[in-house]
């Protein structure tokens, strides 16, 4: 597990932007981007620094479920937005219902095939459970979902992070990603 700097919040008491954290406290952990790692679905290597101080869009995403074809508008997004400082950044995921039971080179022949796809994707991860990604565990517990539950509910939950990496918003799977367009305007300034 990696190791947490504490950073003292200058943030007010109910701000709507939480830093990312791992665990509720009073006071902030904020996870320094250099020490989560992530691997592509090549297999590279990296963190997220390597798109410090864009927004981004974290989606954990399906190839066999019926919110795959979001990945259209999720790829237009990233045409559209890529520019001014915004990336899509997808993680497969197997958990629910084995709607991703294919391995990384079926999921990027798939995803360029059958969608175009041409924003960063990761290696699959697990979002729930004692194995979570720990890019998954801060975002749960930065931006809880509905009655406060950490758990991811489906694939295609989406975090939309700002170019500070505070969690600015949680949104459900059914949330089409045409409709964050004003969220990410506002992010992107």
């Keep these: ?27 902030t952990v904020v996870l320094s981007p250099a020490e989560i790692p992530l691997v592509t679905l090549d297999g590279r290597e990296t963190t997220l620094a390597e798109w410090q101080g864009q927004v981004l869009l974290i989606v954990n995403v399906a190839s066999r ?6 990945y259209t508008e999720l790829e237009q997004l990233w045409r559209t937005y890529a520019p001014r400082g915004f990336a899509v950044l997808g993680f497969p995921c197997n958990q629910f219902g084995a709607q991703e039971p294919g391995d990384e080179a079926d999921i990027a022949r798939f995803c ?12 699959k991860v697990d979002v729930n459970g004692d194995d979570a990604h720990p890019l998954w565990k801060a975002l749960k517990a930065a931006r809880p979902g509905v009655l406060g539950s950490e758990g991811i509910k489906w694939n295609f939950t989406k975090f939309l992070i700002s170019r500070d990496g505070a969690v600015i918003e949680r949104y459900a799977p059914n949330t089409k990603p045409s409709e964050l367009v004003g969220d990410i305007e506002k992010a992107l300034g």
Aim: one cysteine or more; charged letters at 10%.
């Design 1 to 27: 597990m990696p190791s947490f700097t504490a950073i003292p919040s200058t943030l007010p008491p109910d701000p709507p932007m939480t830093p990312f954290r791992l665990t509720p406290t009073r006071g």
């Design 65 to 70: 479920c019926g919110f795959t074809p979001q």
């Design 112 to 123: 360029s095939l059958t969608y175009d796809v041409t924003f960063p994707m990761f290696a």
